[in-house]
């Protein structure tokens, strides 16, 4: 059967935000597919340039609404590095623990998608009700549920109560009971298993070639963390294991954020009881020397790079922006090739994309490789030619 | 695999360019454009570096800064350093050698203009379609011209 090119989006029932697809089909089965995601440019990193270190950091927490934790504690890590400023312990671990708090209600929120996505709609609601814990959890220590306004240079901008702290800790029990529900779910309910299994694989080999991060990476057997890697916040001094998988399919990626989720939880608790004292933040001063920073920080989408450079002013001379979905695309176009037109949403929604992210600079790939190659209007004619054949005229 | 350390970064770089140790486990080479898929093949191949983490790009004002961010099993990020001339922005792809630097090349070629000889597919993929040809936003002597659109809603069409 000839190919056809079925366009999908930017918008389209299917998907959650922005995207255009151009999907190359033979039948049933995706020979190739190029991606469009410059919809949301909002042209943030020439913004940052022009606001102090204090007004910069509301509009990084904006870059995404799900890692806006993220975008704020990778841009304020790296502009403590470059003034050399400590920040005091106890910052560190209000730090982490909105760092793995966020990291929980994102990947709640994934599982819920990707059971949305095949159908599953009891899961979706059944995770969508427990990050609700997670989210009041955030509530109750940031004051926020979504983009928490808890960084600034120099640490962090709201103490925990000893009546919050025991309030984080009353919620975690019920938490973990649940996470170990989808865990076991996750590995043997069969709907899950018949939609997961063998979609969207990706060898060890292909994930490193490919760039691929987070739990992506890990779910075909690739170690990277950055919290592990190059280590940050108060990681190196709490038990925790980077969790890795073999499958390198959908279903592995799901019993990855699984396992992210019972670590996550396990940190977020050890951080609460062992919760240092003294000052929350230090008088950080007011610019920045000369200095130029690669700032690494693992997202819950993987890895995220902020390269700052600094002049003696109050203000950044260049931000560059490296999201993880920025990374992740062009493994999806290679663990899309061969596989149903079908599991299209699935396979697109296991690496979690994150548009508003991502397309304040933006991908695509049209050089994947094992993907051929086809111009737009080579496509087009393409197209014509075969609805004339078939129309017979 | 343990860290790499400075001595096995700088026999491995040698003839390139100067090798320094910025913190723990930043090491940096500073090489010529000319140089730089040479740089890239001894990172891959002796160092081990498979994964990229970011291009970054810069403009300093006088030219501009390319810095290629590289790790592997060891954990060090190894980074490669290029400056190219503001008159002459040119430089040869990596995207043959490190597949993901193809996407990452394009968005530096769309906001910066430095352009990657070689590159398969150096089309716009970050400014939306009507974005006019030649502005590159994050240059630093880049300002909006007042005659030009630069995409959206035309103000008072119909």
């Known amino acids: ?393 | 695999m343990s860290p790499l350390a400075k001595g096995t970064v700088a026999a491995a770089f040698d003839g390139l360019g100067p090798v320094e140790q910025v913190r723990g486990n930043r090491i940096r080479l500073t090489t010529t454009p000319g140089q730089v898929r040479d740089a890239l093949t001894k990172a891959l191949r002796e160092l081990a570096c498979d994964h990229v983490i970011q291009i970054s790009a810069a403009d300093n004002g006088k030219t501009f800064d390319l810095i290629y961010h590289l790790t592997g099993p060891h954990r060090t990020v190894v980074a490669i350093a290029v400056e190219l001339p503001r008159d002459r922005p040119e430089i040869s792809t990596v995207s043959d050698l490190l597949p993901p630097a193809g996407i990452y090349e394009r968005q530096i070629h769309d906001l910066l203009g430095i352009v990657f000889a070689g590159h398969p597919g150096l089309k716009r993929i970050i400014l939306n379609e009507d974005w006019p040809e030649g502005e590159y936003p994050l240059r630093k002597d880049w300002k909006p011209d007042p005659s030009k659109f630069y995409g959206g809603v035309r103000e008072g069409a119909q």
Request: aromatic share 6%; with cysteine; charged share 25%.
């Open chain 1, 1 to 393: 059967m000839a190919e056809v090119v079925v366009p999908i989006g930017p918008q389209h029932p299917a998907l959650k935000e922005p995207v255009n697809f151009k999907v190359v089909a033979d039948g049933e089965v995706i020979v190739r597919l190029e991606l469009d995601v410059s919809y949301n440019h909002r042209g943030i990193e020439k913004a940052a340039e022009a606001r102090d270190f204090v007004r910069v950091v509301p509009l990084l927490e904006r870059v995404c609404g799900i890692c806006s934790h993220s975008h704020t504690t990778v841009f304020v890590k790296g502009i403590e590095e470059a003034m050399k400023v400590d920040v005091p312990p106890r910052a560190q671990a209000i730090r982490t623990i909105v760092a793995e708090l966020e990291r929980m209600h994102s990947h709640l929120l994934w599982l819920g998608v990707a059971a949305h996505e095949i159908g599953f709609n009891t899961l979706f609601m059944w995770t969508w009700r427990d990050r609700e814990a997670v989210q009041d959890m955030l509530e109750e220590i940031t004051g926020n549920r979504v983009n928490y306004g808890i960084n600034e240079v120099g640490g962090v901008r709201r103490d925990l109560k000893p009546a919050v702290i025991n309030a984080a800790l009353a919620r975690l029990p019920l938490l973990e009971q649940r996470i170990a529900t989808y865990a076991d779910m996750a590995s043997r309910e069969r709907t899950m298993l018949m939609r997961f299994q063998g979609v969207g694989k990706l060898t060890k080999q292909q994930a490193l070639d490919l760039g691929a991060v987070g739990p992506t990476a890990r779910a075909s057997g690739v170690d990277y963390d950055v919290r592990n890697d190059d280590p940050y916040l108060s990681y190196p001094d709490v038990p925790w294991k980077v969790v890795t998988d073999d499958h390198g399919d959908v279903f592995g990626r799901t019993l990855v954020r699984v396992g992210e989720l019972r670590e996550g939880l396990g940190i977020v608790r050890h951080c609460l009881e062992n919760l240092p004292g003294g000052p929350i933040t230090t008088k950080a001063p007011r610019a920045a020397p000369r200095a130029e920073v690669l700032s690494r920080y693992e997202a819950p989408r993987g890895e995220l790079v902020h390269f700052i450079r600094t002049n003696n002013t109050d203000k950044v001379e260049r931000l560059d922006i490296r999201t993880p979905t920025l990374a992740n695309w062009t493994s999806v176009a290679v663990s899309l090739v061969g596989q149903n037109l079908a599991d299209i949403p699935v396979i697109v929604a296991a690496i979690d994309p994150c548009l508003s992210c991502t397309s304040r600079i933006t991908v695509v790939d049209r050089e994947a490789r094992r993907t051929r190659t086809m111009d737009w209007e080579e496509l087009r004619a393409h197209g014509i030619r075969f609805y004339r054949e078939k129309e017979g005229s």
